[in-house]
């Protein structure tokens, strides 16, 4: 008697799911009003015949899952190749992973509304039992469908990727672009050709921090940073906000906050033009790097260890001939000496002068006298204090 029962319940069922195969299209019409609900799709491109087909499609994929009984091995390939297509189709119109859920989880919703529709009272009690299985069959459509998704997702990313290298690459080959070259790149990246950047340089390890901060920092923020590496040197820049009429921000003052704790070299490019340049200053700027710096580090701050390595360069040692220069002092004279010229370089100021070392200013100023008639050397003459600001940058 319970297999009769068993049986009479599985005829029943096979009936109600033949009357879903045969209003597919009362189905599909009615996604399509309630799909349309849902913002994401309500403000895309997508045209309402593709979602029409595509809704068909996906409710014979779904009655056909009933009528095998939810199993989900039945008709495998032929699932994948549906949820697979939908996945990508939507992930290349731009509809967001949230809404391409939503909408085929809507199919659940459409397709027990028009199970309840076609039953009797008399149905119910069958009803309730297989509505897991009905709930599993589109969920596993679901999931297959988002999976295709992203892995679109993942491909358009790369896609993107390797062409904006392309054209990052094409921009940092010369030393000064041409102005058809820096359209065809902005374009490509999304950028004002004439907009202000940002960019940060760094080798060895720091390359490594700046690397994955790029990535953290395009992942979780509107702005957009791009990579160019060239050997062991990694670079990244950003278009810079647009400050306010009248306010100036110094370049150090444009870095995001993601790059802050990174020692690297930092400089500015008033468009993209100007970018190569702005590289091989801030290379030049990371290769002055000292244990001491933490962060960032701009020309106005290390102009001075700039001139100093140009003047090595060129064969000038400032501080052998300053060392030469005080060799005739004696004791803790040339301590002192020192001491008062490297604070009044920091002040400018006799009277801040005494009171860091306390001591009177008439005392100072005897010292900076002193050191002056050792070293050949003004303090109070920029041109002259300038070598003394290089020779211990």
């Not at 029962?5 to 599985?10: G, L, S």
């Not at 309500?42 to 068909?56: C, H, L, N, P």
Request: contains cysteine.
């Amino acid at each position: 008697m319970h297999n009769l029962e068993d049986a009479a319940v599985a005829r029943r069922w096979s009936e109600l799911v033949e009357q879903l195969h045969h209003r597919v299209d009362v189905l599909a019409k009615k996604f399509i009003s309630q799909v349309r609900e849902i913002p994401e799709y309500g403000e895309s491109t997508v045209e309402t015949d593709e979602i029409m087909q595509t809704a068909r499609e996906t409710f014979h994929r779904l009655v056909n899952g009933l009528r095998n009984g939810g199993n989900a091995e039945a008709g495998a390939d032929y699932d994948a190749d549906i949820s697979a297509s939908l996945g990508a189709k939507r992930a290349r119109a731009g509809i967001p992973a949230e809404a391409l859920v939503s909408a085929v989880r809507l199919d659940f919703t459409i397709l027990w509304a028009e199970l309840l529709a076609i039953a009797t009272p008399e149905d119910a009690p069958m009803l309730t039992a297989r509505v897991d299985q009905v709930w599993r069959v589109v969920d596993e459509f679901a999931v297959r469908t988002h999976t295709s998704y992203l892995n679109e997702r993942v491909r358009m990313a790369q896609e993107e990727s390797s062409i904006q290298n392309e054209f990052i690459a094409r921009l940092f080959s010369v030393v000064s672009p041409s102005a058809d070259t820096a359209a065809q790149v902005a374009e490509a990246l999304g950028v004002s050709a004439n907009a202000r950047f940002g960019l940060v340089a760094a080798s060895g390890s720091a390359a490594a921090r700046l690397r994955a901060a790029q990535v953290k920092a395009a992942a979780k923020r509107n702005q957009r940073f791009f990579l160019r590496e060239s050997g062991d040197m990694a670079y990244v820049f950003w278009p810079v906000a647009a400050a306010r009429t009248g306010e100036v921000k110094a370049v150090i003052a444009t870095v995001p906050q993601v790059f802050a704790d990174i020692p690297c070299g930092v400089a500015e490019a008033n468009g993209l033009r100007a970018l190569p340049k702005a590289a091989r200053t801030a290379s030049s700027l990371a290769a002055l790097l000292q244990p001491a710096d933490t962060g960032p580090l701009s020309a106005n701050q290390a102009w001075p260890r700039l001139a100093k390595r140009q003047l090595a360069e060129a064969g000038l040692d400032l501080v052998e001939e300053l060392d030469a220069a005080l060799d005739p002092c004696r004791g803790v004279e040339r301590e002192r000496l020192t001491e008062a010229a490297r604070h009044f370089l920091q002040s400018g100021s006799v009277t801040l002068t005494a009171e860091a070392l306390f001591c009177h200013r008439n005392t100072v100023l005897n010292r900076l006298n002193r050191f002056q008639e050792l070293t050949g050397i003004d303090l109070t003459v920029p041109n002259q204090a300038a070598r003394l600001v290089v020779a211990w940058a």
